[in-house]
């Protein structure tokens, strides 16, 4: 049998190699001199912009403190991106797939245009962290995933660490694999980007940089030089072991980016919720935080979440990506399906959903609000309510003041360990901290609660004040408002914490918020607390609120020392002069 001449395996393309995970840039990079990613050289960052001319960039209180600051915007910078987008990435799904990613308005104005844009006075980006809250379908693990290959590739960050992270490995391949997809379907990325096929890890290897998949276990994620982390759902991890873990790897870097884009969630003490209250916080001017983007695409308290303009408001791509009669028809099958409306709300409108209801309605609180301080109400009548801490958590008394007949100011004062602030495990240390700078509550030194500091802060307080009478929880009181009585001559009366007792002034201060019938000057505090409010309910329906688990992130205490202050002068008939009066405000 004569035999067969071997001849040598053809060789493969540049393309093949890719195609297998097994190009070499020492042994293939001279195939590629045909094509070559021209990235252009990103504009110079520092800007001379004058204040003024940045007008039409500034749309909230955080950005004119940004200029103030130094911040200008860069739009050369913006673009660089956009056209990054345009011209390197491709998508690779449904009607498409093939297409160059143009970016639509919604995603250039709300998203890559402030995160790229702004910068501060040294050229390095002004946001370092972000949450994006947006229902499902619009367009959030295409445009993480584009974000995650110019952090990689055109950044210009020599040694770049980009991660797609997750709830579990699934979780964090739905941004990456799409990452992937857009590499291979543009010419241009799979050129000089390599694919290892076993790890889905991307390598760039001009700047030697790494896009990987990270699961929420945090084994061996300590050690990680983070220049860009993209968070995909955050709603479903279920812990903060990855989330602290991440904390920290950023430091090295020096602007580096955590890009956080989720749905609305289910649990009031997760991770997630803590940063959705965080970015609501510097969204609304709460919380001053000028490296921090928030944006949260949701229906609001008052919205009709069936109207098809509440939804088209919280759904960037409805008539693009989600069809409109497919919505219109999902709509009619949720509202006669009611088992099914807590679902659709949550990823449709963005409303979390919730195991209990609260207590109050916000925008009845809200209407409460007034124009009052302290120096309008020194030396009136009033009536206090202690809810004292046990170490660690915020201890509350809060002032009812009379006012006319059937009519009542409220006047809250706070306290906190200093050392809850800096807690990176506290979800809440970033508002305690704004809260002290702005006055709101007053820090004690130490890890625990300072009794010492709080009898002295009431002293003070009484003595401004026409104080009749305090009522407090004995649990843990009685030491610290024995001696207020006993030493400083302060009456107390004792407010066990049972559902009878609380059952009339609990009643009541809800009577007295849906009636406008009390007023609040507004105090973050207390109205942050106010949308915490849970309440148990017995066969004879009395009702009392219910505090969180003490390592919950919710806190009640102002509304409980509010309700405590209301029972004590509810039994109480003078009536003094109206404050009102004294201010000249209006005729009794």
């Not at 968070?231 to 090295?252: K, M, V």
């Not at 001053?288 to 509440?310: C, N, Q, R, Y």
Request: aromatic share 10%.
């Amino acid at each position: 049998m004569p035999r067969v001449a071997l001849g040598r395996r053809p060789s493969k393309t540049v393309e093949q190699h890719i195609a297998a995970g097994t190009f070499r840039k020492d042994r293939h990079g001279h195939l590629l001199d045909q094509v070559k990613l021209q990235v252009p050289k990103k504009p110079a960052a520092k800007t001379r912009a004058s204040a003024k001319s940045q007008r039409r960039w500034v749309h909230n209180e955080a950005d004119q403190r940004a200029v103030r600051n130094g911040c200008r915007f860069n739009e050369r910078l913006a673009e660089h991106v956009v056209d990054f987008f345009a011209k390197y990435l491709h998508h690779s799904k449904g009607k498409w797939a093939g297409n160059p990613f143009e970016l639509n308005s919604f995603q250039r104005e709300k998203i890559i245009y402030p995160l790229f844009g702004w910068v501060r006075a040294d050229g390095t980006r002004r946001f370092r962290r972000t949450y994006i809250e947006i229902p499902k379908k619009n367009y959030k693990s295409t445009t993480a995933a584009g974000i995650g290959l110019y952090m990689l590739v055109a950044d210009e960050e020599a040694g770049a660490e980009v991660y797609s992270t997750g709830a579990d490995k699934d979780q964090a391949r739905i941004v990456h694999n799409e990452a992937i997809n857009m590499v291979e379907a543009s010419k241009e990325m799979a050129s000089v980007l390599r694919i290892n096929r076993s790890t889905g890890g991307i390598s760039y290897d001009d700047t030697a940089s790494t896009y990987r998949a990270l699961s929420a276990a945090p084994a061996g994620k300590h050690g990680l030089n983070i220049h860009c982390a993209i968070i995909d759902e955050l709603h479903e991890w279920y812990g903060r072991a990855l989330w602290d873990a991440l904390t920290y790897g950023y430091r090295a870097r020096s602007q580096p980016l955590q890009f956080v884009i989720t749905n609305a969630g289910d649990d009031l003490e997760s991770v997630c919720w803590g940063q959705h209250e965080y970015a609501r916080g510097v969204i609304e001017g709460k919380i001053k935080d000028e490296s921090f983007l928030g944006l949260i695409m949701a229906a609001g308290p008052e919205d009709d979440w069936t109207d098809m303009e509440v939804i088209r408001k919280c759904n960037p791509g409805l008539g693009d990506v989600i069809s409109e009669t497919d919505m219109q028809i999902d709509v009619q099958r949720v509202i006669d399906t009611p088992g099914e409306q807590q679902n659709f709300k949550r990823l449709t409108v963005g409303i979390w959903a919730t195991t209990s209801d609260p207590w109050l309605v916000l925008s009845d609180w809200a209407a409460c609000e007034d124009e009052f301080t302290e120096a309008d109400l020194l030396g009136c009548e009033c009536y206090g309510g202690l809810d004292l801490a046990k170490t660690r958590d915020m201890t509350a008394f809060v002032l009812v003041f009379p006012e006319g007949k059937d009519h009542y100011l409220l006047l809250p004062f706070f306290w906190l360990p200093e050392d809850l602030t800096t807690d990176p495990k506290n979800p809440n240390r970033h508002m305690y901290t704004q809260w002290a700078t702005d006055g709101f509550v007053t820090l004690t030194p130490g890890n625990v609660t300072d009794y010492d500091f709080v009898e002295r802060d009431i002293v003070a307080i009484s003595k401004r004040f026409d104080l009749r009478s305090f009522a407090f929880d004995p649990y843990n009181a009685e030491q610290l408002t024995q001696r207020l009585e006993e030493t400083h001559g302060l009456h107390r009366v004792l407010f066990p914490q049972t559902i009878v007792k609380f059952a009339e002034p609990t009643s009541e201060f809800e009577r007295l918020v849906v009636s406008g019938a009390i007023q609040h000057n507004g105090n973050p505090i207390l109205s942050w607390q106010a949308g915490h409010v849970t309440i148990r309910t017995d066969a004879n329906n009395n009702k009392r609120p219910v505090k969180p688990k003490h390592n919950d992130y919710r806190k009640i205490d102002g509304m409980v020392g509010g309700i405590m202050a209301i029972g004590e002068a509810m039994f109480h008939e003078t009536v003094p002069d109206s404050v009102y009066k004294k201010r000249g405000i209006i005729a009794l």
